[in-house]
């Protein structure tokens, strides 16, 4: 069965820190891979998304993730982390079923930036 | 990318009533989905929509309990019926874009006392 695993639940980093924040997968096939992100009361924003192709993908906001099959993982990185950052990050997998791709999300990792 | 609102966006409930969420958005899709997001938790998916048939709930989701409609491809509504306090969630909808990724709604918080 398809899975995600964010092993962190809590990360605190200091503002102007480097961050990454880790997502393992468990899926049978190339997987699609995503990253969204939740401020306090907002709804989810897509940060960045695999596909195929270069395992290095950028997004907004200054995010990047790299895609390591032979690890089953995606972790997401950013080199300053700024106070804007604090939320709640979600990684996620989509598994083709049925003619669309049903979403599968981690936990979570809820990220605080100290000044 | 797909703008989705929602209505309401929060709502405070007496257990045993029901509540119908509207989703909109922007531009015709034909996969909608719906999810439960619980205090703290992450999101799970209640059920897919697509417009014409019936929709596809979820192992745990049930159709009485949550009923779905989706009368054209703009448009969905969820009502979670017989409230009880363990339904106390955040609602969100998203849809399908032609990119095929998930454009997600700003969500109905719900609070069932």
């Known amino acids: 069965a398809q899975s995600v695993t964010q092993p962190d639940i809590h990360i605190t980093v200091s503002e102007g820190a480097s961050l990454e924040l880790r997502c393992n997968y468990s899926?049978?096939?190339?997987?699609?891979l995503f990253w969204y992100v939740q401020s306090p009361g907002q709804g989810l924003q897509l940060l960045l998304k695999?596909?195929?192709?270069?395992?290095l993908v950028q997004g907004i906001k200054g995010f990047e993730a790299e895609f390591k099959r032979s690890q089953s993982s995606f972790n997401l990185r950013k080199p300053s982390v700024h106070w804007s950052d604090a939320a709640e990050y979600f990684c996620?997998?989509?598994?083709?079923?049925?003619?669309?791709?049903?979403?599968?999300f981690g936990t979570g990792t809820r990220l605080k930036v100290l000044a | 990318s797909a703008v989705i609102s929602q209505k309401p966006s929060r709502d405070i409930c007496q257990r045993g009533t029901s509540l119908t969420i509207q989703c909109q958005v922007d531009?015709?899709?034909?996969?909608m989905f719906w999810y439960r997001q619980q205090p703290g938790q992450s999101l799970t998916l209640i059920a897919t929509?697509?417009?014409?048939?019936?929709?596809?709930?979820e192992s745990g989701f049930v159709i009485d309990k949550f009923p779905i409609s989706r009368p054209n491809l703009t448009f969905s509504t969820l009502t979670v019926s017989n409230m009880s306090p363990e339904d106390s969630s955040i609602y969100l909808c998203?849809?399908?874009?032609?990119?095929?990724?998930?454009?997600f709604g700003p969500g109905t918080r719900l609070t069932v006392t």
């Open positions: 998203s849809v399908e874009g032609v990119d095929r990724f998930q454009y």
């Open positions: 899926y049978g096939a190339t997987p699609y």
């Open positions: 695999y596909f195929s192709g270069d395992t």
């Open positions: 996620a997998v989509g598994a083709y079923t049925s003619g669309t791709y049903k979403y599968i």
């Open positions: 531009s015709q899709v034909t996969m």
């Open positions: 929509a697509n417009q014409g048939s019936e929709a596809t709930y």
